[in-house]
């Protein structure tokens, strides 16, 4: 009976570290990570199921679209003066970047090419203040995993919540 219980326990715990460890890399991603931002190519405001959110789709999608031999890997993005990120070429091991670039994970899935950051939930009635965004704020880290931190307009101005 006591083993029933410590078993317990330490399957409970392991779990436990484990969760807290993933949101600590999310938390350490989105505070060290280089700031990237990305334009959104049109995008579907709603869910009727999940509720009021937006499917991101970035406009540096399209060039990789046309490449159908590659599934997964990561491009190298050029940021500009503002941080506004433009592909320049596929990432291969070895490659040395320049101070301007970072590389950006991605896969080939059903739906097109994806980031890891496609969805932006929001609150319910707030739809039409986030239908102007024209960028993602992005936090990369160096092996290409990002965060998606919030959307901006056109002048890159945040779009806070009310």
């Known amino acids: 009976m006591r ?4 078993l317990l326990w330490a399957t409970l715990a392991l779990i436990l570290i484990t ?15 280089e700031r990237v931002l990305l334009e959104l190519a049109p995008r579907d405001p709603r869910s009727l199921i999940q509720g009021d959110y937006m499917v991101l789709n970035y406009a540096i999608a399209r060039p990789l679209q046309s490449n159908y031999g590659l599934t997964s ?23 040395t970047l320049a101070p301007n670039e970072v590389t ?3 896969r080939r899935t059903n739906d097109g090419i994806s980031f890891g950051v496609e969805e ?25 995993r990002a ?16």
């Open 19 to 33: 969760v807290n460890g993933l949101i600590l890399r999310e938390e350490l991603l989105r505070r060290t990570g």
């Open 104 to 106: 950006l994970r991605y």
């Open 120 to 144: 932006f939930f929001f609150q319910e009635g707030d739809a039409e203040r986030y239908a102007r965004a024209a960028y993602a704020e992005l936090r990369v880290d160096p092996r290409g």
């Open 3 to 6: 083993s029933r219980y410590l």
């Open 73 to 95: 890997g990561r491009i190298v993005l050029a940021l500009d003066d503002r941080a506004v990120g433009s592909v320049v070429r596929f990432y291969e091991n070895g490659d």
């Open 147 to 162: 965060s998606l931190i919030g959307l901006m307009d056109a002048n890159l101005q945040p779009i806070n919540p009310p």
